[in-house]
């Protein structure tokens, strides 16, 4: 079974960075697609959780929730079991509880109805105005 940890929130003035990990650890966890999701203030309910970048497995190819993109970076080292997301430029609408995901591929993660294999337990960003 494939557990993940994340590390690295906090809180941050508007248009400061942050970079988060998550590492991974079990049998095959260097196989897994993995991605960030975050989930909002006042969204407590799983399927509210928001889809933020991916990375596949070998780390070819990654993607972005338009809000994100060109603000936010997604990169993995499997020698480490590790991936990171580097969050700059980071705005108040950014605040939420990410949460680092494992899963089948990139587009599973990030489609209508997401399919996720293990979350992690999350950790908070706060971003003040």
């Known amino acids: 079974q494939v557990q993940v940890v994340e590390s690295g929130g906090g809180l941050v003035p508007s248009g400061d960075s942050l970079r988060l990990s998550c590492a991974a650890s079990?049998?095959?966890?260097?196989?897994?697609?993995m991605g960030w999701f975050r989930q909002g203030p006042g969204k407590e309910r799983e399927f509210a959780r928001e889809?933020?970048?991916?990375?596949?497995?070998?780390?070819?190819?990654?993607y972005y929730e338009d809000s994100v993109r060109g603000r936010f970076t997604i990169s993995r080292d499997n020698a480490k079991n590790t991936i990171y997301l580097q969050m700059n430029t980071l705005k108040p609408e950014d605040t939420a509880v990410y949460y680092c995901?494992?899963?089948?591929?990139?587009?599973?993660?990030?489609?209508?109805?997401?399919?996720?294999?293990?979350w992690g337990q999350g950790t908070l960003v706060t971003v003040s105005a």
């Open positions: 889809f933020v970048a991916g990375i596949s497995w070998r780390g070819e190819s990654t």
């Open positions: 995901a494992a899963g089948v591929s990139v587009a599973t993660m990030a489609g209508p109805e997401p399919w996720v294999e293990v």
């Open positions: 079990g049998r095959a966890s260097g196989s897994y697609a």
